[in-house]
């Protein structure tokens, strides 16, 4: 952890000179001061508190939006005429198209394609299928679930209501009516040696 505050210090640190040198050319009085303000803000920001830490990051982060925010509302007619432009090179072959569709974000209609559509319908099917199948499984299954007495018809199930009804395969009998009917029997229950399941 100590290691990844470190290198994110200097991280941020390079990235701020690099800024800076961007928009001020290298001008070693900037660079110096700006190295300053970043040491200086180091030590303060070991000495506060969390909270306050936390607070001032997060406002910075806000206050990157404003630049970036302007920037799109300067730069949306230049962005427009590359975009014209790229389709124009695009129709007349002097650049090569990207086949996959799902790669040309951006460049096309964000709409699926009817393959797409069909795809996922598939994919859906399948997995109504899969569920279904599952639910027969469990439905044939004697050992689950148990439906105690005190539970009601409509407890529901922990994997959801099937879209198709189980069938009655005798596995919800009530612990108590097997109780009844194992009382019956030699050698029923824990006086008789045999075992008996509780729920």
Known sequence: MALFGYSTLLAYAYYGEQALTY???????????????????????????????????????????????LGIYFLAKVVRLEIFGFNRR???GSIEAVEDEDLRVGLVSEDPTPEQTQRAEKEERAEKERLRTLHRTLSDDPDFPVRAAHHGDDLASPMGTPDEPIPDTGQFLAVEERRSEGDGGAGSGPAGGGSHRAD
């Open 23 to 69: 928009l001020f050319g290298y001008k070693k009085s900037i660079i110096y001061t700006f190295r300053v303000l970043w040491i200086v803000g180091a030590v303060i920001g070991s000495a506060a508190s969390l909270d306050a830490v936390i607070a001032f990051g997060d406002a910075s982060f806000f206050l990157l939006a404003v630049p970036n925010i």
């Open 90 to 92: 695009l129709c007349a």
